[in-house]
């Protein structure tokens, strides 16, 4: 009778230790460079082994490398904070890599995917507002050209309706200047 209730007491244990183990490993994180991308895997309830999360995640799905930048090397984390603020580091370099090169779609798509990671630090937080910032600058600086160029266009059918003579050629000649002079505005503020 003592034998079984050993026997017992020792699988009680056995088990214990290898949900212990298993739940623990559910916490592990590993991210790896794998075909062109940044994969994050998650330990599974087991108590070894990961899982690639998949394209569904919003927060841990596969990330594009950018083109020339080298793969990191293979990193493991015990938890989720230490994953996000890693992640945050290598995803933000890459952001004002791509800003620097006037890729600004991919430096903002980098900084919308940092953005929702909830494990980032004080100052990690204050990286993103001023990435964030930068980048309001720079789109603001395309739309400011953007506009000069529709102005232009806008100022060249103007100008053809009343060299042509068209109905409205006394109203294109009254606003034609409004428009040059906007035009220069915009120019003017572009150029600082």
């Known amino acids: 009778m003592r034998a079984v209730v050993l026997w017992l007491v020792v ?5 214990a230790v290898w ?11 590993q991210v790896a460079a794998q075909n062109g991308q940044l994969v994050v895997e998650r330990g599974r309830f087991f108590p070894t082994g990961t899982v690639a999360l998949p394209e569904s995640d919003k927060l841990y ?4 490398l950018p083109e020339g930048a ?3 090397p ?10 996000d603020r890693w992640l945050f580091d290598m995803l933000a370099g890459w952001a004002k890599d791509a800003a620097k090169k ?24 204050a990286q993103l507002s001023s990435l964030r910032a930068d980048l309001a600058w720079d789109d603001a600086q395309a739309d400011l050209a953007s506009a000069g160029q529709l102005l232009g266009s806008a100022r060249r059918k103007l100008l ?20 040059e002079g906007l035009q220069r505005t915009l120019q ?5």
């Open 11 to 15: 699988a009680a244990l056995f088990a």
């Open 19 to 29: 949900w212990l183990a298993s739940e623990r490993n559910e916490r592990h994180y």
């Open 61 to 64: 799905a596969p990330i594009k």
């Open 70 to 72: 080298k793969p990191p």
């Open 74 to 83: 293979e990193v493991e984390f015990d938890d989720q904070n230490a994953l």
């Open 102 to 125: 006037n890729d600004t779609k991919t430096a903002a798509a980098l900084v919308d995917r940092v953005s929702q990671l909830p494990g980032l630090s004080g100052s990690q937080m």
């Open 160 to 179: 053809l309706v009343k060299q042509n003579n068209g109905l409205r050629a006394a109203d294109a000649t009254q606003l034609e200047p409004k428009l």
């Open 188 to 192: 003017d503020l572009t150029k600082h």
